[in-house]
């Protein structure tokens, strides 16, 4: 699976968009870019996933950059809520299942 | 929908114990996860399986961990004895694995466990 390297740590205020980075530069012709997020004390929560074509969702904006190495998650009215760890993680995808690798992600932290 | 049930919530044991954990996929998922998630790291896959047989357990400790889904329903992992080094978040996940765009895991809130 290719690597993904996102920031550590970002801060967005209440209401205004937060737009989450990854670099995937290794990732292959056939590997989907998913999105999975994680508030204290749950579990991992799917987001969004997208191949070549960029992704909306009631949850969030998925943009994946033309050469396919790098996108980004945009929660356009970040809330509260939204304070958690975001995880960016490339996987081929088959009829047999597959697992996540999930590295450290970035701890996103919404202000009022 | 239910979502994906795991118990116990805590369990504190002390090292060279015996522990289990229990987790109830959602209804209809076939393919089953164990993840270990370690204090301030993402999760890590110990274990895959599609209904009751492994697909995946290349980074499953075997000599102190187990864990078996016999009716390919509920699953238990189990660890025996364990370390210091165990104390973790254990989460389950399942999810259907028919296309693609249904393919999202949907996890538990996970098994703290603490080794002493």
């Known amino acids: 699976d290719a690597k993904t390297t996102q920031p550590t740590s970002m801060d967005c205020a209440e209401g205004r968009a937060a737009n989450l980075p990854c670099n995937h530069s290794?990732?292959?012709?056939?590997?989907?870019v998913y999105w999975y997020r994680q508030i204290h004390s749950q579990g991992p929560q799917y987001i969004i996933h997208?191949?070549?074509n960029n992704e909306t969702n009631e949850m969030a904006s998925l943009i994946i950059t033309e050469d396919r190495k790098s996108s980004t998650l945009i929660l356009p009215h970040a809330t509260l809520r939204d304070t958690a760890v975001y995880y960016c993680?490339?996987?081929?995808?088959?009829?047999?299942?597959?697992?996540?690798?999930f590295g450290k992600g970035t701890s996103l932290l919404v202000t009022p | 929908e239910a979502g994906v049930a795991q118990s116990p919530r805590y369990k504190i044991i002390e090292k060279r114990q015996s522990v289990a954990f229990w987790c109830n996929p959602i209804?209809?998922?076939?393919?089953l996860y164990w993840y270990q998630q370690i204090l301030g790291q993402g999760p890590k896959l110990l274990i895959q399986?599609?209904?009751?047989?492994?697909?995946?357990d290349s980074q499953l400790p075997k000599d102190r961990f187990s864990a078996e889904r016999l009716k390919g329903v509920d699953s238990t992992l189990k660890i025996q004895p364990a370390k210091l080094e165990d104390s973790a978040v254990y989460l389950c996940?399942?999810?259907?694995?028919?296309?693609?765009?249904?393919?999202?895991?949907?996890f538990g809130n996970g098994t703290r466990l603490t080794v002493t």
């Open positions: 996940a399942s999810t259907t694995s028919v296309s693609v765009q249904r393919s999202a895991l949907h």
């Open positions: 399986f599609q209904n009751n047989g492994v697909v995946d």
């Open positions: 993680i490339v996987r081929v995808a088959s009829n047999s299942g597959y697992a996540l690798n």
């Open positions: 209804s209809g998922h076939a393919t």
């Open positions: 290794t990732i292959s012709g056939n590997e989907y």
């Open positions: 997208g191949l070549k």
